[in-house]
């Protein structure tokens, strides 16, 4: 079996009560597909730059996430779900 690493970087930016992050994944052959988040703190909650970290950063992974299934799906040229087993 071969063993494979791909790298996700997280950028994070904050601007007041909000805050936006970019997960950024790079595999061995240079592509990269990016994944963007936002948060923003509702003003009659505490400030928790954290929590607005977290949830920045959830967003962004779970868009780049969506866009890997949306590339693979082309990729397959079907366009249709990708199995969840096998292709």
Do not use: Q
């Not at 061995?28 to 509702?42: F, K, L, M, Q, Y």
Request: proline share 7%.
């Amino acid at each position: 079996m071969e063993a494979k690493e791909w790298t996700v970087r997280i950028s994070l930016a904050e601007d007041g009560d909000d805050t936006s992050a970019r997960a950024i994944l790079t595999v061995p052959d240079g592509t990269r597909v990016e994944g963007s988040g936002h948060a923003r703190r509702n003003p009659a909650d505490p400030s928790m730059p954290e929590v607005g970290d977290e949830l920045a950063v959830a967003r962004a992974l779970a868009d780049l996430a969506g866009r890997l299934s949306s590339d693979a799906r082309h990729e397959l040229g079907d366009g249709g779900p990708v199995p969840t087993r096998s292709w």
